[in-house]
């Protein structure tokens, strides 16, 4: 089993920052794939960053490519989503999701979910 619990949410300006935790506990974190998803009002949830168990590879969502970062510190059993340059539209709900094997962009393929994060970007 592996429980997430995600922080660091909250409201900002556009062209702001804000750095997301997600920590995990379970002595299988390691081995998981951390994938970071969200969810905006009236809009289905969508695949935004995933980090491979490694922390080698890294895989984003166009629309964010070159303003978030994800990473992973195992030592500490967190991932983080630091979010650059932040745009009104990446106004949303924030989820941490994990998973065995590959990496994906298919929140169905996540077996464990934390409760979310509230993310409002101000124009």
């Known amino acids: 089993q592996v429980q997430l619990v995600e922080s660091g949410g909250g409201l900002v300006q556009a062209g702001g920052s804000l750095r997301l935790s997600c920590a995990a506990s379970?002595?299988?974190?390691?081995?998981?794939?951390m994938g970071w998803f969200r969810q905006a009002p009236g809009k289905e949830r969508e695949f935004v960053a995933a980090i491979s168990w490694s922390g080698g590879s890294t895989y984003y969502a166009d629309s964010v490519k070159g303003r978030f970062t994800v990473s992973r510190d195992k030592a500490e059993n967190t991932v983080y989503l630091q979010m650059n340059s932040l745009k009104p539209e990446d106004t949303a709900v924030y989820y941490c999701?994990?998973?065995?094997?590959?990496?994906?962009?298919?929140?169905?393929?996540?077996?464990?979910w934390g409760q979310g994060t509230q993310v409002t970007v101000s124009s």
């Open positions: 379970g002595r299988t974190f390691s081995a998981h794939v």
């Open positions: 999701a994990a998973r065995r094997g590959g990496v994906s962009r298919g929140q169905s393929s996540y077996d464990y």
